[in-house]
């Protein structure tokens, strides 16, 4: 079934959805014309290609992501460091447990695609079965790792035959996304399938 995804700050920059792939991106009134049959998803703020997090490795290997029944006990961010190593060095299991949560959190600031050499077994896992696309690091990375890392790394443009990769922030333009950053993410699609949803 064909969806047509279209937000309320970037009507012009619609897509149409067919798998996992893009059959259509231009204007929404001209793709509903198109493909009358589609179902519509509408979504406030901007559709974007999604984002690049360079953080692969600091985020997926190099920090423990606790379990919501540890909040108690550790909080809710990721914890680095020795406390970090710790936990992670407590078993396999427990590696590939933080990888997932931190790909979830990925997912939910709208990335779609990590940089940086993956080496675990648990994050590259983690990462393969989102379906984020991995990409070379760019360099001169400011630091220190975030979900919402500044600058935020937009991917190209999207366009018609490419894959159904992109996420949707709740603001009014690019300036107000680079403002407010990632965690303004309302949705997060990869492979055509939405894998995130804010509201």
């Known amino acids: 079934m064909l969806t047509i995804h279209v937000c309320e ?59 919501p029944r540890e909040a108690d ?56 079965g989102a379906g984020l696309a991995v990409a070379a690091r760019p360099s001169g990375l400011p630091g220190p790792a975030s979900f919402s890392p500044v600058p935020l790394v937009l991917l190209p443009g999207l366009a018609p035959g490419g894959p159904a990769r992109f996420a949707v922030f709740d603001v009014p333009d690019r300036a107000a996304l680079v403002r407010e950053g990632a965690r303004t993410c309302v949705a997060t699609v990869v492979g055509g399938r939405l894998v995130y949803r804010g509201r």
Do not use: C, K
């Not at 961010?77 to 970090?84: S, T």
């Open 9 to 67: 700050a970037s009507p012009e920059a619609a897509v149409v959805v067919d798998g996992a792939r893009l059959a259509a991106v231009g204007p929404y009134e001209a793709l509903a014309a198109g493909h009358p049959r589609a179902r519509v998803r509408r979504w406030p703020g901007i559709l974007t290609p999604g984002l690049l997090n360079p953080y692969g490795p600091e985020l997926l290997e190099q920090a423990y992501h606790p379990d």
């Open 73 to 128: 006990r550790l909080g809710t961010e990721p914890l680095f460091g020795e406390r970090g190593h710790a936990l992670l060095a407590a078993n396999a299991s427990a590696r590939g447990a933080s990888a997932r949560r931190g790909v979830q959190r990925m997912l939910a600031h709208g990335t779609v695609a990590v940089a940086g050499e993956l080496r675990g077994r648990a994050a590259l896992d983690a990462v393969r």
